[in-house]
């Protein structure tokens, strides 16, 4: 990626997006906060974000729906869960959903540096590893 990253924080506790938004604001990229799933599907249909740091339990639409969504319509977001209140069904149905990481507050601030910075290395890898194939066609009609 030669862009800066796109990090998308999605909870609605103001005192924990702010947290998020100061740990994260050391990094080489570009994050945004916001507390609800209507604020989330605005700003991905402007501009979809590399990585989404989400709670499971928000007013409205629960994380896990909002985890089915942004599945389905941004495949290539990383979504990393962060819930204050994890159980064994959540884990399991987060995974199956596609989320890349799974957090349970309290989460420290190297956690959600490392769990941040692991989701877009791989993001990184995943879109080398898509480009490969075409490198590899475009060399055979040359060669």
């Known amino acids: 990626m030669n862009a800066k990253a796109k990090i998308l924080i999605v909870d609605d506790e103001e005192v924990v997006r702010l947290s998020y938004l100061r740990i994260l604001a050391g990094m080489n990229c570009n994050v945004q906060a916001v507390g609800t799933w209507m604020q989330v599907s605005q700003l991905m249909q402007q501009?979809?974000?590399?990585?989404?740091?989400l709670d499971l339990r928000m007013p409205g639409m629960d994380g896990i729906t909002v985890l089915k969504l942004i599945r389905q319509c941004w495949p290539d977001s990383h979504v990393i869960i962060i819930t204050g209140y994890p159980t064994i069904e959540s884990v399991k149905e987060a995974v199956t959903l596609g989320a890349y990481d799974y957090l349970t507050k309290p989460v420290?601030?190297?956690?959600v540096i490392d769990a941040t910075n692991s989701a877009?290395?791989?993001k990184q890898w995943a879109l080398h590893d898509d480009a490969r194939p075409r490198m590899y066609e475009a060399n055979q009609v040359r060669g």
């Open 108 to 111: 420290g601030p190297d956690q």
């Open 120 to 122: 877009m290395l791989h």
């Open 47 to 53: 501009e979809p974000f590399d990585v989404v740091l």
